[in-house]
């Protein structure tokens, strides 16, 4: 296996996968994607505030607008628009938020399962 150059590396940056999820709440199907290094992070972070007791707003509709994208993974919502996503019925955002957290492995995790659950009580 060859040694990938900076720029090698940079050329991935916009490569996300995606699944198509689904969603009969909402009447169709919809795009996960992978995220972001920053947006994994942030993820983290808003999981860790749970994890230690704290009451995150639209925790479920932010990690859904990071997820949420179209078939190329471009996302569909911006971070000033989870308010948006947060006047939608719970379950289909909790179904988005679900597959968004396998598909990047971000449930793995004991401690982050644990985090998503007590959000569950927190909210």
């Known amino acids: 296996m060859s040694t990938l150059s900076k720029e090698e590396i940079l050329q991935g940056a916009g490569m996300f996968k995606t699944v198509e999820l689904e969603v009969s709440d909402l009447g169709g199907s919809v795009f996960i994607r992978e995220v972001t290094a920053k947006e994994y992070d942030r993820i ?17 509709a932010e990690c859904c607008a990071y997820f949420l994208s179209d078939a190329d993974g471009k996302r569909l919502f911006g971070d000033n628009q989870f308010e ?32 998503v659950k007590n959000s569950e009580t927190a909210q």
């Open 84 to 115: 948006l996503l947060g006047r939608l019925n719970a379950a289909p955002i909790d179904a988005i938020m679900q597959a968004g957290f396998k598909l990047n492995r971000l449930a793995d995790s004991d401690i982050m399962e644990q985090e």
């Open 44 to 60: 983290q972070s808003l999981c860790g505030r749970i994890g230690a007791g704290e009451h995150v707003k639209l925790f479920r």
